[in-house]
């Protein structure tokens, strides 16, 4: 059975109105960016919106996953809506205020306690390649390309967004993409640690939803504990890191999930995990 629910923006009055939208599906949630006018560049009600949307998913009983993904079937995320910069970023001082709303829906995504997937087809550009790094994982078509393109718009981002793609790209890399705005297309972003998975254009939704249904078979403690101890190597581990790692490394051990997994193993059948 599937549970629908949507979470708008400011406009809600249309069916083009920008906003973020979830869907449940099962074990799965979907968020969704939605301005297909504008090959769903991200307004700032959008970026303000995103963290909450992404929350109540987080929190909805039985979901393993969240898929992030562009409205339509033509684009993922095309950026921030350039249009607003001459009002809503037009300076420093509001260009901070605006960068905040972009480090939340950032940090939204890379600490929600799900695994997150980035479903990406046709552009995936500025801060829509933000999105995409922040995710765990991110699985694309071959229309897809990516690019960063502040150096042409003398714009800066945020250092945490930044670090989302030098941990995937290594520095020098990222270096070339910030410095010369240059696009890559599918192949040259699976080469560059960019995508995780190429598929061909067809088949792009359906291997989202087998990839996103594999990861529901994992016992959902272990999968949390896996994505906070691979997160704390990836980045600069702190006693706190470990100690974190620790304590969710332990809940697995001491878990019915973990009991009901050698009971299962040793049987030789599908795992029964509740996440307890």
């Known amino acids: 059975m599937t549970d ?3 979470t708008r923006g400011s406009d809600h009055d249309t069916p083009d109105s920008p906003r973020i939208e979830t869907r449940v599906e099962g074990a799965t949630g979907w968020l969704i960016v939605h301005n297909p006018a504008r090959r769903n560049a991200v307004t700032l009600e959008m970026w303000r919106a995103l963290p909450g949307a992404l929350a109540a998913l987080a929190a909805t009983p039985g979901l393993r996953c969240v898929i992030l993904r562009g409205a339509g079937d033509a684009t993922f995320v095309a ?3 350039i249009s607003e910069f001459a009002t809503l970023r037009k300076d420093a001082r ?7 709303t972009n480090v939340a829906a950032f940090d939204a995504l890379r600490e929600c306690p799900l695994p997150t997937v980035a479903m990406v087809r046709g ?3 500025g801060g829509g390649l933000g999105l995409a790094a922040a995710c765990d994982l991110r699985i694309a078509d071959e229309t897809a390309h990516f690019g960063i393109p502040a150096a042409r718009l003398g714009i800066a981002y945020p250092p945490s967004a930044i670090a989302d793609i030098v941990r995937l790209v290594g520095p020098s890399r990222a270096k070339l993409m910030f410095f010369t705005a240059q696009r890559l297309d599918a192949a040259e972003a699976r080469d560059a640690c960019l995508v995780d998975t190429l598929v061909a254009p067809g088949d792009l939704e359906a291997a989202t939803r087998d990839l996103a249904a594999t990861i529901a078979l994992g016992a959902p403690l272990t999968l949390a504990a896996a994505k906070a101890g691979i ?3 990836a980045g600069a581990m702190s006693p706190e890191d470990r100690e974190a790692c ?3 490394a332990d809940a697995c051990f001491d878990s019915a999930d973990f009991a009901e997994g050698r009971s299962a193993f040793l049987e030789k059948r599908t795992p029964r995990f509740t996440g307890r």
């Open 4 to 6: 629908d629910s949507t």
């Open 79 to 81: 950026g921030a809506d």
């Open 94 to 100: 509001s260009a901070q205020a605006y960068e905040a």
């Open 123 to 125: 552009f995936c550009l």
């Open 231 to 233: 997160d704390a190597v």
């Open 246 to 248: 620790e304590r969710l």
